[in-house]
């Protein structure tokens, strides 16, 4: 067999455009680790020492499922913390459901993980950010859930402005 010797390379600035997606792959791995660490949570019951997470997700991704109320306080983005008061997490290949409480008024939010954006471990900084990797479309109004409160009540709001909601951290058992 004769070797042939290779053509020379291209010298340009301009990055050739993929056929493999390798963007989309990395952020779905990425994402696993996400399902893993939630996965360890629920099979364990609760977080080992210090560990909590903020978990920020976009609200109208396709698939989230969350109280009205908590919609139109948080109509882009929305940060959760899974700390001590939280119950009934339940962990799928591709979603999460986890119940908290508002302001007093326990919910239920259903959050598949390529609407995530944000994992946050602060305990010992480890940290993640993704690109919402589905086309954002409008949130379909629906009924009154049996977690959302009535229209005339309010959820208590973070007074700083920011997206981060305020939760009660005390451990339900």
Not at 7 to 34: G, M
Not at 48 to 60: N, S
Not at 122 to 136: C, D, H, I, S, Y
């Amino acid at each position: 067999m004769l070797a042939r010797p290779l053509p020379p390379a291209k010298v340009s600035d301009e990055t050739p455009e993929s056929l493999i997606p390798y963007d989309e792959i990395v952020q779905d791995a990425l994402r696993a680790v996400v399902g893993r660490v939630l996965r360890e949570v629920e099979s364990t019951g609760g977080l080992p020492g210090d560990h909590h997470f903020y978990i920020t997700f976009k609200t109208r991704m396709p698939g989230v499922s969350i109280p009205k109320h908590l919609l139109e306080r948080f109509p882009d983005e929305m940060t959760i913390v899974i700390q001590h008061r939280f119950w009934d997490l339940n962990v799928d290949d591709d979603r999460f459901t986890v119940g908290l409480s508002f302001g007093g008024v326990p919910a239920t939010l259903n959050v598949p993980f390529n609407a995530v954006t944000q994992f946050h471990d602060p305990a010992v900084e480890f940290a993640l950010t993704f690109q919402a990797n589905a086309a954002e479309l409008p949130h379909e109004e629906h009924e009154q859930a049996h977690n959302d409160p009535p229209d005339n009540e309010t959820a208590e709001k973070a007074d700083d402005g920011s997206n981060v909601v305020n939760v009660d951290f005390t451990r339900k058992k």
